[in-house]
């Protein structure tokens, strides 16, 4: 069973850059998104991408600012996330799965622990 561990988590105001990483245990064929869970809400869709990197896909309210990419020689995917609002403030979370990039949770079975983002008004 692959292991996700993601960082780069921390504290920004309103309008800065962040950049999240997720490093997997080994080198996973899959699919590999962000999700995101605010107190007291559901857990959300970020963004996803396709082992080659040719497919990428976004939730609405992150196009445009958000930008995620992946080494696949480092097992590693990125979040770049400019432009942060105080609604982005939650748990960010990766995940594994799949070969088609998509939004659906359960189509993702391996997930990391979280890493806290909290944007400043």
């Known amino acids: 069973q692959v292991q996700m561990v993601e960082s780069g988590g921390g504290l920004v105001q309103a309008g800065g850059s962040l950049r999240l990483s997720c490093a997997a245990s080994r080198r996973t064929f899959m699919t590999m998104g962000w999700f995101r869970q605010a107190p007291g809400k559901e857990r959300e869709f970020v963004a996803a991408?396709?082992?080659?990197?040719?497919?990428?896909i976004y939730a609405d309210s992150v196009k445009g600012r958000f930008t995620i990419s992946r080494d696949n020689a480092k097992n590693t995917v990125y979040l770049q996330m400019n432009s942060l609002k105080p609604e982005d403030t939650a748990v960010y979370y990766c995940?594994?799965?799949?070969?088609?990039?998509?939004?659906?949770?359960?189509?993702?079975?391996?997930w990391g622990q979280g890493t806290q983002v909290t944007v400043s008004s």
């Open positions: 995940a594994a799965g799949g070969t088609t990039p998509t939004y659906y949770s359960n189509n993702y079975g391996t």
């Open positions: 991408i396709s082992y080659s990197g040719g497919t990428t």
